[in-house]
């Protein structure tokens, strides 16, 4: 039987060449496997002198996806702040689901780069996310997911009725449903705040650092909202939330190369959602695994045990932030997984 290496082989070296700006014949030296998430099987291909990423879509649900990430690097391209795309293919001629070839970024992701989130590392951050919230969005036809606050209730509210499904414990449900209640009756100030192009999942793993120069990768989830919603994921979603200092430098430099007035304000309205979001999203990623409702070369490598570690650990940051009441830090949410 033919392997999946194999196969990408055979399929580079019959391209034409100028299909990814190489002159000569194409011979590939090496196919390696990297990091995979849960929608794609990512593949280092080395060619001549060249290095490309082959991006195998994985998630057979959302055939579009390999399409969307390749349309979003094309609009990105110029600003060099991701990889460049070179193909696209949903033939299903030579595999049974889409995939894109895009170029390789040489270096390492932020996670990997020590001293990590150090005051250099935090403002290079700030610029690269200046850059792309500078960049210009008037003929960009792009989704409009998170416009206002009142908005982006609706991500909370897909991993609220999944989790009540498939996880029916009533004191959890409880908290949850009390959490939810109480940031809706937060008073929200409209601030008409003007959108950005935003990557969609800026964290330590989409950020890759070469010679002190930082690019995202990643760019399935490109789109149009309020600068301060990305800023709150930033602050909340890598894998070290930032701390009060941290937030203080990124905002200074930030400030540096794009003024906004009321950013701050707006961002703290939308940390404790983004603080509640990433702990449904845990208990979300828990239950699909367990239900084995993700592709089979990524369950086949998880680690289970990692993923309802953050389940607890983001349960206590919602109480150390009070986004959930205190009267809960008993609760025992890990036992619900044993």
């Given at each position: 039987?033919?392997?999946?290496?194999?196969?990408?082989?055979?399929?580079?070296?019959?391209?034409?060449?100028?299909?990814?700006?190489?002159?000569?014949?194409?011979?590939?030296?090496?196919?390696?496997?990297?990091?995979?998430?849960?929608?794609?099987?990512?593949?280092?291909?080395?060619?001549?002198?060249?290095?490309?990423?082959?991006?195998?879509?994985?998630?057979?649900?959302?055939?579009?996806?390999?399409?969307?990430?390749?349309?979003?690097?094309?609009?990105?391209?110029?600003?060099?702040?991701?990889?460049?795309?070179?193909?696209?293919?949903?033939?299903?001629?030579?595999?049974?689901?889409?995939?894109?070839?895009?170029?390789?970024?040489?270096?390492?992701?932020?996670?990997?780069?020590?001293?990590?989130?150090?005051?250099?590392?935090?403002?290079?951050?700030?610029?690269?996310?200046?850059?792309?919230?500078?960049i210009n969005i008037s003929k960009l036809n792009l989704n409009k997911d998170e416009t206002n606050f009142n908005s982006y209730f609706k991500y909370i509210t897909i991993y609220l009725r999944y989790i009540k499904k498939h996880l029916p414990n009533r004191e959890l449900l409880l908290i949850l449903d009390q959490t939810y209640k109480n940031l809706r009756r937060v008073k929200i100030i409209n601030y008409n705040s003007k959108l950005v192009l935003t990557q969609g999942d800026f964290n330590e793993n989409n950020v890759v650092v070469n010679k002190g120069k930082y690019k995202l990768i990643d760019f399935e989830d490109l789109k149009l909202t309020d600068p301060a919603a990305e800023i709150a994921h930033i602050f909340t979603f890598f894998g070290k939330p930032f701390n009060t200092i941290q937030r203080k430098i990124f905002l200074e430099e930030y400030s540096k190369f794009r003024k906004d007035e009321s950013l701050?304000?707006?961002?703290?309205?939308?940390?404790?959602?983004?603080?509640?979001?990433?702990?449904?999203?845990?208990?979300?990623?828990?239950?699909?695994?367990?239900?084995?409702?993700?592709?089979?070369?990524?369950?086949?490598?998880?680690?289970?045990?990692?993923?309802?570690?953050?389940?607890?650990?983001?349960?206590?940051?919602?109480?150390?932030?009070?986004?959930?009441?205190?009267?809960?830090n008993k609760f025992d949410i890990l036992g619900l997984f044993k």
């Open positions: 039987m033919v392997n999946m290496e194999q196969k990408i082989k055979s399929y580079f070296e019959k391209l034409n060449p100028n299909k990814l700006g190489l002159k000569s014949k194409i011979k590939v030296k090496s196919i390696s496997k990297l990091g995979q998430g849960t929608s794609h099987l990512n593949y280092l291909v080395k060619i001549n002198t060249s290095k490309f990423i082959f991006r195998f879509n994985s998630d057979l649900k959302n055939n579009n996806l390999s399409k969307q990430e390749f349309r979003h690097l094309k609009l990105i391209e110029k600003y060099k702040i991701g990889p460049k795309a070179y193909l696209f293919d949903d033939s299903r001629k030579f595999f049974d689901s889409d995939f894109i070839i895009i170029g390789y970024l040489e270096g390492k992701t932020v996670k990997l780069v020590k001293p990590y989130l150090d005051n250099k590392m935090v403002e290079s951050l700030a610029r690269l996310s200046a850059k792309m919230h500078s701050e304000d707006r961002i703290k309205m939308y940390l404790p959602l983004k603080r509640f979001k990433v702990l449904l999203w845990s208990i979300f990623h828990v239950l699909k695994i367990k239900n084995q409702e993700l592709h089979k070369k990524f369950l086949e490598k998880n680690d289970l045990n990692e993923d309802i570690k953050f389940v607890g650990i983001s349960f206590k940051r919602c109480l150390e932030h009070r986004v959930i009441d205190m009267e809960y």
